[in-house]
């Protein structure tokens, strides 16, 4: 008899982006004659840089001809793409131990975020940042590591809280963890983290033998120096951390699909029975086993990002989408509301301080009442885990004139 994974069953809807859609859809439906500012987006609005769409269109053409059809790929993903990463991402940036061989070319962050876990032992201690980007939870409760659900917390998982006394960074755990996620710059707080605090998280995982997942898919928009964009810039971290990168954010690839993971081969890990474990080579073999590699046309989609005229068009997206966010963060600061991100993040995370009959109001209040009184959307900080609520994120990912419109509503706010 087929039984279904209970796991399923167990883990809740995926409830806030839904839920954000489906309140400004009803009052859309009742207001039809107000227009609404989209300040909720995760999505980027910039259209594809022209050297992608040049890259995309010669690919194709290629594969329409005999001569330069390309079938099946290297699972890996094309030589041509993991060396430029290697140079252009670590070697020239330093970071001379990484490797085009350490590289795995994904279909995006999200995939390999979910797809890690078939590594990791069934009896794992997972902790995840809280707030944090629900898929490091969800996947880890599908592959059965998740236990009970009391009050939106799992009772497998060790939450990091990160609040505004530790400024969004989280605090080392008092007890043995197996596998961390972290997360910088951070969806949804915009908080980055320097090479001091992240060295503390990589001591940490060498003495405890654990694994760092580095989720960087925002290390494009990374300025200050002090602020970590790879984790590999920390001595040791190639022996504990996996690294996940997306184009999607970096260059507009949100519908294309292309992202990488890095895991270094000199991280080294045991099984039960002793052996040793190369992660690299388990990965490797994973990928073969389950995934056919990244579409030809859309690898040569990326390798263009690595021309002078691709390096240029991300700049300018980057640059976009920071004026946005830079913009954004000081408005809110000159209405006194307490605020995080904005600087080395697409992403603005606020406490708006509100005039209202209620002591403090909810993430969902905050939410209602921006719709209502200003027809600005945003997305309930609290969505994120029970740490944000009284929080609420908008985004620097719309465009500069909706994004100076939202700020002119704000400044009109109470
Ligand atoms: N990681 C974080 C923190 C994200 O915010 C997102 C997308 O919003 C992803 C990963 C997924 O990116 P991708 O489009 O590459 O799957």
Redesign the pocket.
């Known amino acids: 008899m087929f039984k279904a994974n209970q796991n399923y069953s167990i883990l809740p809807e995926s409830y806030l982006f839904s839920e954000v859609a489906k309140r400004i859809k009803e009052y859309r439906d009742s207001h039809p004659d107000k227009e609404i500012v989209r300040m909720d987006i995760?999505d980027v609005s910039l259209p594809l840089p022209q050297v992608v769409v040049e890259a995309l269109c010669n690919a194709s053409r290629e594969m329409g001809e005999s001569a330069t059809f390309h079938g099946y790929g290297p699972e890996q993903g094309y030589l041509f793409l993991r060396e430029k990463i290697a140079e252009n991402d670590y070697h020239n940036r330093g970071l001379l131990h990484i490797d085009a061989d350490d590289i795995f070319i994904s279909d995006?962050?999200?995939?390999d975020?979910g797809n890690l876990g078939d590594l990791f032992g069934p009896d794992m201690r997972i902790a995840v940042a809280e707030p944090g980007?629900p898929?490091y939870v969800d996947a880890n409760v599908l592959a059965g590591r998740g236990g009970r659900l009391a009050d939106g917390r799992w009772s497998g998982f060790t939450y990091l809280e990160c609040t505004p006394e530790n400024k969004f960074i989280p605090v080392i755990p008092d007890h043995k963890v197996d596998v961390i996620y972290l997360?910088y710059p951070n969806?949804p707080t915009g908080a980055s983290m320097t090479r001091e605090e992240l060295k503390k998280w990589i001591d940490y995982a060498i003495e405890n033998k654990a694994l760092i997942i580095f989720?960087s898919?925002?290390e494009a928009y990374v300025r200050d120096e002090n602020i970590v964009r790879s984790v590999y810039e920390v001595d040791g971290a190639e022996k504990v951390a996996v690294e996940i990168r997306?184009f999607?954010?970096t260059a507009g690839f949100?519908g294309v699909r292309c992202?990488y993971t890095v895991v270094p081969r000199s991280l080294d890990f045991t099984f039960p029975d002793g052996h040793r474990a190369s992660l690299n080579k388990m990965w490797n073999r994973r990928q073969s086993t389950k995934f056919n590699g990244v579409g030809y046309i859309i690898q040569k989609a990326a390798e263009a990002l690595y021309t002078p005229e691709g390096r240029k068009a991300i700049k300018e997206n980057i640059d976009y989408y920071m004026r946005n966010a830079g913009l954004l963060r000081e408005a809110l600061l000159g209405k006194g509301w307490e605020v995080v991100g904005g600087e080395n993040s697409p992403y603005v995370w606020t406490a708006p301080k509100l005039h209202s009959s209620t002591a403090a109001l909810t993430s969902w209040e905050l939410f209602r009442r921006l719709l209502d009184d200003l027809q600005i959307s945003s997305t309930p900080g609290s969505g994120f885990g029970a740490c944000g609520e009284g929080w609420i994120r908008l985004t620097g990912f719309n465009s500069y004139e909706k994004t100076l419109q939202a700020i002119d509503r704000l400044k009109t706010l109470k």
């Open positions: 995760g995006g962050a999200k995939s975020l980007y898929v997360c969806n989720d898919a925002y997306s999607s954010k949100t992202g």
